[in-house]
Every structure is written in C-alpha cells, then in structure tokens.
C-alpha cells in the first residue's frame, strides 16, 4: 500500500483508510478468488482511491490497475505488462521487472 507520509511513524503498523491512496494485492493460487473478487470490495468500502492487482501470467508480472468511481466501485483503467505509466495515485513511469514465480 501507499499511505500519506502524515500517517507514517517509527510503531507504524496499521493505517486508516483515508490514509491510504493505493492499496496492491499480489495475486496467490491460494488467493485468487479473495484478491480478485473480495478484496477490491472491501477496499472500495474503505474508499480507497486506487487498486493494483498484481498476477502471474505464464511467468510474466502483470498489473492490472483501477480507479474508484464516483458510485464506490473500481472501475479498469489499465493492464500493464512490460512497462507501467500511470498518474494515479501518483507519478509512475517504470519497466516492470523479470520476477521469479
């Protein structure tokens, strides 16, 4: 996650979701139905701006973003494979590495 750096202290360990502007889960065999279906639920609850979906495909990092609409759900605002741009929450513009799965 990415949190406002108000928020962040040496016993930091936990934040509130206003916090909060970038919420990432990685994508797990034993995760997929959580990370894909409940999680982006629970963080649109939350009002969490911005949600990165983080998986596997055939050994290859891939990420998929969204953004939260106005009627608090995610809404797709990219798959990113080789190289991510993006403004939201912030600034990015890198190449998305070679990892081992």
Do not use: C
């Not at 609409?69 to 990219?78: C, E, F, I, K, R």
């Not at 798959?79 to 912030?90: A, G, Q, W």
């Amino acid at each position: 996650m990415a949190v406002s750096r108000t928020a962040v202290a040496a016993a930091s360990y936990a934040f509130v979701p206003a916090d909060i502007s970038l919420a990432v889960e990685m994508v797990s065999p034993r995760t997929k139905t959580k990370d894909r279906k409940f999680r982006p639920v629970q963080y649109a609850e939350a009002e969490i701006p911005v949600f990165w979906r983080v998986e596997n495909d055939d050994d290859a990092m891939v990420i998929h973003t969204f953004a939260l609409s106005p009627d608090a759900v995610y809404t797709p605002t990219g798959i990113h494979r080789d190289h991510i741009l993006t403004d939201h929450p912030f600034p990015i513009d890198a190449a998305i590495p070679d990892v081992a799965w």
